[in-house]
């Protein structure tokens, strides 16, 4: 190596940024980031001094170096179980006579698995780049390493690679996780990807998380793993990175709601005894000899994370041939169990019943069940019969909440989602709850009868399904009321979405009416009080709450009761803000 990069390399430094789990406070890992870059050289920046590396065709040779500093300094961590979050220049890709083996070498030397690193690939670059960034990430989950896809979302292939890579990991960029509580284009796109990411068996980490509204709602969209400034910033002396982080303990409690209905009931899971990764080929025949109504194992790491599954026919073939015995107790031959290992369909536990049973939908060549984890470490397996159980059991709960009539969510479900909206009340946007009320309903369920009643609430019910988003909550209260839940929207557009709601109903439910009616756009029939009078065809009344920080929950009830009395008088809708 040239004398300039031994002196640049001597100088270069690190700092570790903890990685943790979003539900725990736990740590998980940390991102080794280079530090002392502008004292070093006379680069700007990280990325001239890898430009100019690659420009002297030496980026393997300093990138090798690097790692050797960070591992080391990962082992001064006194913590157990610390993951090390490394970057790899995609370049690397192009580097040529590179030997094989170094890392793991570096990592013997330290005393550590494997397990203990995480490389990190970013989806940026040129096209070139991207492309050979499959084939790198596929060669180093073959030599058994983790990886993750770094900046995701950012680049040009981003959806392409999710698709093809098989990573353990994504990290979404910074740039989607700021501000996040106020976006709610940015929480849609998130969402998405972290629900694509669990249904092909991945990790997220969100990057950047600086307020505590950010890690609230990432934690809501159902993010792994979290990073950023309010948990710490990026730190130089090691000793300054802790096992657990009490900041973060402190916003868990203060966000603690009643018990969700939607976990998964711990009877439906078993524990099948796992093995861990270093385990011997001649340790897995043993296995399924002593356990042979197991037709599959699962397999750890050195800190019981689940890294994927083994099933028995896969090695039948080597366990029954003549030489099979001798052959898996043949070190060299059966030191790496990654060749039998395919991956494992699992769920974090605190994902519920509804996503478990999605995942599992989703991939249906995963037939036997589905595997569990608990902070990312191995916990269960709910086999197919327990699922079925499980999904039975769901469909009840769920039928006993519906209105028999809309199939809509019912008054437990509109009360636990007021309840879960008070508490999740974190943003100065706030939320929107808007009430809905037939007017003149009674009359006309009198003369035309309860059928047309039946199809006057349908049509209704309907409309609000074709013209609301599905991140708007739905709820039939019964009879002719339904409840609407706005989050993340301004009052302007909860607002058009109530008028556009009124004036379809009208158009559509004069069509129940004879045509005499119609014509003269109302009907005549009796009161309550059993005199003859017109009464107006069916519209339907609006009163809409707006729920801010500052809101005092007690003067709700009053408040709703006195504006949905006024709204019955009014052709639009009507809203106050508590």
């Known amino acids: 190596m040239l004398e300039k990069w031994i002196n640049i390399l001597n100088k270069l430094d690190f700092a570790f940024q903890p990685i943790i789990h979003t539900y725990t406070g736990k740590i998980y890992g940390v991102e080794a980031l280079l530090r002392n870059v502008e004292i070093a050289t006379e680069y700007h920046n990280i990325q001239n001094l890898f430009d100019c590396a690659f420009e002297d065709d030496l980026l393997y040779q300093v990138d090798l170096e690097l790692r050797k500093k960070a591992i080391k300094k990962l082992k001064m961590l006194d913590i157990e179980n610390v993951k090390l979050f490394y970057n790899l220049d995609n370049r690397i890709i192009y580097s040529k006579n590179c030997p094989q083996g170094q890392t793991a070498k570096l990592l013997e030397e330290n005393g550590l698995k494997k397990d203990a690193i995480c490389f990190e690939l970013s989806e940026k670059g040129s096209m070139i780049e991207q492309s050979a960034l499959s084939s790198m990430i596929q060669k180093y989950k073959k030599d058994g390493y983790s990886i993750a896809i770094d900046d995701f979302g950012i680049g040009v292939s981003g959806l392409k690679l999710l698709y093809y890579s098989e990573a353990n990991i994504i990290k979404l960029d910074r740039f989607f996780i700021t501000n996040i509580h106020n976006d709610s284009k940015k929480k849609l796109f998130c969402t998405s990807i972290i629900d694509m990411a669990h249904t092909m068996g991945m990790k997220v980490v969100a990057e950047g998380i600086e307020k505590k509204e950010e890690y609230y709602t990432c934690k809501d969209m159902g993010v792994d793993f979290i990073q950023g400034f309010l948990v710490q910033k990026p730190t130089i002396k090691v000793k300054q990175i802790e096992p657990i982080y009490k900041n973060i303990l402190k916003l868990l409690k203060q966000d603690r709601r009643d018990e969700n209905k939607n976990n998964i009931d711990s009877s439906f899971i078993e524990y099948i005894k796992p093995i861990n990764i270093n385990t011997s080929l001649h340790d897995l025949f043993l296995y399924f000899k002593n356990q042979p109504h197991n037709t599959f194992v699962p397999i750890v790491d050195n800190y019981d994370h689940l890294k994927g599954v083994i099933y028995e026919v ?7 041939s003549q030489y099979g015995l001798s052959l898996a107790k043949n070190v060299s031959y059966s030191s790496n169990l990654c060749k039998f290992l395919k991956p494992a369909l699992c769920v974090e536990a605190t994902w519920g019943i509804d996503k478990t049973l ?31 159980s499980l999904s039975h059991k769901r469909t009840i709960e769920i039928a006993k909440n519906q209105n028999p009539l809309t199939k809509l969510p019912g008054n437990n479900q509109i009360e636990e989602y007021i309840y879960k909206s008070f508490k999740q009340l974190r943003n100065e946007m706030g939320f929107h709850m808007l009430y809905f009320d037939f007017n003149d309903f009674k009359p ?6 309860f059928r047309q009643g039946d199809r006057a609430i349908l049509i209704f019910s309907e409309l609000l399904q074709k013209l609301l988003p599905s991140d708007v909550f739905i709820g039939h209260i019964g009879g002719d009321d339904f409840f609407i839940g706005f989050k993340e929207y301004d009052y302007e557009t909860v607002y058009e979405f109530a008028h556009t709601i009124q004036r ?39 009163a809409i709450v707006e729920i801010g920080p500052k809101t005092v929950k007690k003067n709700f009830d009053f408040t709703l009761g006195k504006i949905k009395k006024v709204s019955k008088k009014a052709t639009n809708p009507i809203g106050v803000c508590l």
């Open 314 to 320: 896969d090695i039948k073939k080597i366990s029954y």
């Open 358 to 388: 999605e995942i599992y939908n989703m991939n249906q060549d995963h037939s036997r069940g589905i595997f569990v984890t608990k902070a990312n470490k191995y916990h269960g397996f709910i086999n197919v019969n327990s699922l079925l």
């Open 444 to 449: 006309f369920n009198d003369s035309y009868g």
């Open 504 to 542: 379809e109903f009208e158009s559509s439910v004069a069509n129940l009416y004879n045509k005499e009616d119609r014509e003269r756009e109302f009907m005549v029939c009796t009161d309550r009080f059993n005199i003859q009078r017109e009464f107006k065809l069916l519209s339907v009344a609006c």
